[in-house]
């Protein structure tokens, strides 16, 4: 979520590459998660068990880019943006109806849905509506190095185990592990 007054960002980036290039960066969490999240750059950290997220914060933000993707989380960052705000979610329905009808079908059920909410939403709430796909290219990781390296970007890692541990890396991130679980290929 970033504040009205606050520069914009291209979502096509990690989550908290926003902060580092200067947007104001506030996030919701749940109590446990307040001090991990502050120390990793969000500056307002909301924790959404202590109080309405919607009902506190109605209006107040710029963007909002919903990691989550449930349609609680549709609602409450709809509701949060301000008129002219950009709503962005990672779980759009496109890979899923694809996956579930087949790319011949599915596509075009996808693309249906995704315009009709972007119509919805334009007219009821006067903001744009987008379903963001992340990926990891050269270019990406480039930018991400530069900022870790100039001290502007902080990676939180949990662990880290050698290639020949896989099966307990993959084991630890399955336990949702706070931070990153690092596979060291050397």
Not at 25 to 41: F, H, L, N, Y
Not at 144 to 160: C, D, F, M, N, Q
């Amino acid at each position: 979520m970033i504040p009205k007054e606050n520069k914009r960002y291209n979502s096509d980036h990690t989550e908290t590459k926003p902060r580092a290039t200067g947007c104001s960066v506030s996030t919701a969490c749940g109590s446990q998660s307040i001090d991990r999240v502050k120390s990793v750059g969000a500056e307002h950290v909301i924790d959404y068990t202590a109080e309405d997220i919607e009902l506190a914060f109605k209006g107040q933000f710029d963007a909002v880019l919903d990691t989550i993707g449930k349609p609680e989380t549709e609602r409450i960052g709809i509701n949060l943006l301000n008129r002219g705000g950009y709503y962005m979610t990672l779980q759009g329905e496109a890979a899923s109806l694809a996956d579930r009808y087949g790319l011949a079908f599915g596509l075009p059920t996808a693309t249906a849905i995704l315009l009709k909410k972007q119509i919805q939403y334009r007219y009821s709430h006067g903001i744009e509506y987008s379903w963001t796909f992340m990926r990891a290219d050269s270019e990406g990781l480039e930018e991400i190095s530069r900022l870790s390296e100039a001290g502007k970007l902080t990676i939180p890692v949990e662990k880290t185990f050698p290639l020949a541990n896989a099966r307990d890396a993959h084991e630890a991130k399955e336990k949702l592990v706070p931070g990153k679980v690092v596979l060291d290929v050397d």
